[in-house]
């Protein structure tokens, strides 16, 4: 089975990938160097978000083309919430409720078969190497008087993922889902924004999340430098002094 057609339309293009609208397929083109097990880890982690009874745009297959792994996933129609959010600024509450719910119905879902988020926030923090030792290793300490939960969560959570369907909202792009604690994904969301510059939007975002979930807003705080530094192991190199800032942010949860 042909996964890219010839007839295709650009739809992003990133460092490492190109996204083409196929039609009734939405077909992820990754760089040559991106490893196969990123793709099958991706592919894998949409369909146990699927299995887990999320609504995530169906499976469609993986596959190599020209050298390039390719993903394919079948066509949510409707716009994104970012989409939403720019052409309908004055309605910046209503489209974070939006989003703040969609995040919080993903956590009512369970799965046991995805990673461990607190395994994979250990291995992210001992990579990053603009960190001390004694940074990290209380990063490391916190992490493990975190609770051990095993709720979905997305792990990239940000509105251009929603797609709004006549059906209701699909949550695309799984490459970072785990499964623990909805307050680190919360605090992810966040900081998206924060590194978008959307400080304003941040906050407000934190708080709606907060009163929607019925928690305290220092519980989210509690994730936050374990998620900054785990930002920063993905390489944000033009964020870095942000999310450094966010790191060492003191709280006393
Ligand atoms: N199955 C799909 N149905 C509809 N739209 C999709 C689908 N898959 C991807 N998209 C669109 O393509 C965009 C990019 O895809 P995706 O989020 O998977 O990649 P990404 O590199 O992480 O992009 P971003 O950085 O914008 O999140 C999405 O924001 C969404 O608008
Ligand atoms: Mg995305």
């Not at 209380?138 to 059906?167: A, Q, W, Y």
């Not at 889902?177 to 959307?198: E, K, P, W």
């Not at 430098?225 to 003191?250: C, F, N, P, Q, T």
Request: some cysteine; overall charge negative.
């Amino acid at each position: 089975m042909k996964l890219l057609p010839d007839n295709k339309t650009l739809v992003v293009e990133r460092a490492n990938k190109v996204v083409y609208d196929c039609g009734d397929a939405m077909v992820k083109v990754f760089n040559t160097n991106k490893p196969a097990a990123d793709i099958l880890n991706e592919a894998l982690n949409l369909t146990r978000a699927e299995q887990a009874g999320i609504a995530v745009p169906s499976f469609r297959g993986v596959g190599k083309e020209d050298g390039s792994w390719i993903l394919s996933t079948a066509k949510a129609i409707g716009p994104t919430l970012r989409d939403m959010m720019t052409a309908e600024p004055d309605k910046l509450t209503e489209h974070l409720t939006i989003l703040a719910d969609v995040e919080i119905d993903i956590h009512k879902h369970t799965s046991v078969l995805l990673t461990h988020q607190k395994d994979k926030y250990a291995r992210m923090i001992s990579q990053v190497e603009a960190l001390d030792e004694a940074t990290r290793y209380d990063l490391h300490m916190r992490l493990d008087g975190m609770p051990n939960h095993i709720k979905v969560c997305h792990g990239d959570f940000s509105p251009s993922n929603v797609i709004m369907t006549e059906d209701g909202p699909v949550v695309c792009d799984w490459a970072h889902a785990t499964r623990g604690c909805g307050g680190a994904d919360a605090a992810t969301s966040y900081i998206l924004f924060r590194m978008r510059g959307d400080d304003a939007v941040a906050d407000e975002f934190l708080r709606i999340y907060c009163e929607r979930q019925g928690c305290d807003m220092a519980y989210v705080q509690s994730w936050m430098s374990i998620v900054a530094a785990a930002e920063l192991a993905r390489g944000r190199v033009a964020k870095k002094d942000l999310l450094m800032s966010i790191v060492h942010v003191v709280d006393y949860v």
